[in-house]
C-alpha cells in the first residue's frame, strides 16, 4: 500500500480508502462479514475508513466502531459526516445548525470509540450556511480537542470552490472518476490551494463498464436498483468504458483505480464493498499505473 499527504492537514492516508457505508453497514448484510472486511483492509495497510452519521439508516458508524474495537487506532484516519441524519423510515434529514452539527460530532465520537475525531467532515451543506456561527462551533469542536481536521462532501462545485476559499477547512471529498474528468480543474485548485482532496465514488458506483449490473447476491441487487433509480444517465455513460476490463496486468476496477491515482493531487480514493475479492482486488490498485495508449482511449470515450 502506498501512502500519501492528506493537503496541509499533518494527516497522511492510504490511497486506498474504504467506505463504510450503504449495503456494508445495513443489518441485512452480515455483521461477522462486515467486520472481517475492515480487519482485512487494516491488515492490507488501509488507514483511510470513511462513513457518516445517516449512513446506512444510521448503522454504518456504529458498526465501524465495532469493528474497530480493540484494534490499534495508531496511523487510523476515520472520517465521519455531519450535517445529516436517519430519521427513520427511510428519511434523512439535513440540518447543519451550530448546535446540530456539534451534537453530530460528541454522538459520532461515541458511537466510533474514539476521544478524536481525525476528520469531520460537513455532509453537503449549501453555502448560506457555511457561516460565521457555524464556523465558530467548528473552532469550539477543534479546541476542545474533539476534532483534528475539517472538511466538506460535496458534489455540487460551486459548493467546493466556495469552500476552496474558507481557510476553515481543510479538506474536500468530491465525485471524481472516469466518468467525471471535469472535476480536475477543481482538484487542481484545492490542491494549490492546501486542501486535501478525496475521490468518493472512485469506482463511479460500479457504472463505467456495467459492474453495477452483474448480479450475484442481494447486495448487487440492491446496488442495481439503486443505480438505476438514482443515477441511470451515469449507468449508460459508464457503457463507453467497457473497455476498461481488458487493461493488460489489470481488472476494470483497478484500471477505474489507477485512473483516479493518476492525478497527484488526489489524496485517497474512496471505495466501499461487501466482498472480500473485491477488498483485496481494489487494495492491489495501489501502485498501479495506466499505459499512455489507456489513458488516450480514456480521453476518447470522456470526450476529450
Known amino acids: 500500500m502506498l501512502y500519501r499527504p492528506l493537503g496541509a492537514t499533518g494527516l497522511t492516508v492510504s490511497e486506498i480508502g474504504f467506505g463504510c457505508a450503504s449495503f456494508w453497514g ?5 455483521e461477522g462479514q462486515a467486520l472481517r472486511l475492515v480487519h482485512a483492509a487494516l491488515d492490507q495497510g488501509v488507514t483511510f475508513f ?4 445517516s449512513y446506512a439508516r444510521g448503522e454504518a458508524e456504529p458498526r ?17 459526516k455531519a450535517g445529516t441524519r436517519h430519521a427513520g423510515g427511510g428519511r434523512i434529514v439535513r440540518d447543519v445548525s451550530p448546535a446540530a452539527i456539534v451534537a453530530s460530532a460528541e454522538a459520532s465520537l461515541k458511537r466510533l470509540g474514539l476521544e478524536t475525531l481525525p476528520l469531520l467532515q460537513l455532509h453537503g451543506p449549501a453555502i448560506p450556511e ?27 462545485p460551486t459548493v467546493i470552490d466556495h469552500v476552496l476559499g474558507l481557510d476553515l477547512f481543510d479538506v474536500v471529498m468530491i465525485d471524481y472518476n472516469v466518468l467525471r474528468p471535469e472535476r480536475e480543474p477543481l482538484i487542481a485548485r484545492a490542491a494549490a490551494r492546501g486542501k486535501g482532496v478525496l475521490a468518493g465514488m472512485a469506482l463511479a458506483m460500479g457504472h463505467a463498464g456495467g459492474q453495477v449490473l452483474k448480479l450475484r447476491g442481494l447486495q448487487d441487487l440492491w446496488y442495481a436498483a439503486r443505480g438505476l433509480a438514482r443515477h441511470r444517465g451515469e449507468v449508460a455513460a459508464g457503457a463507453r468504458f467497457g473497455f476498461l476490463s481488458a487493461t493488460p496486468g489489470m481488472s476494470g476496477a483497478q484500471a477505474s483505480l489507477a485512473y483516479v491515482l493518476a492525478n497527484p493531487d488526489v489524496a485517497c480514493a474512496v471505495v466501499g464493498t461487501t466482498r472480500l475479492g473485491h477488498l483485496d482486488e481494489n487494495i492491489a490498485a495501489s501502485g498501479l499505473a495506466l499505459g499512455a495508449d489507456v489513458l488516450a482511449r480514456i480521453r476518447r470515450a470522456q470526450g476529450k
Open 26 to 30: 445495513k443489518p441485512v448484510f452480515d
Open 50 to 53: 470513511d462513513t457518516g452519521a
Open 64 to 80: 465501524l466502531g465495532r469493528a474497530l474495537r480493540g484494534r490499534s487506532h495508531d496511523g487510523l484516519v476515520i472520517a465521519t
Open 130 to 156: 457555511l457561516n460565521d456561527d457555524l464556523a465558530a462551533a467548528l473552532r469550539a469542536l477543534q479546541a476542545r480537542g474533539l476534532v483534528r481536521a475539517l472538511g466538506v462532501n460535496s458534489f455540487d
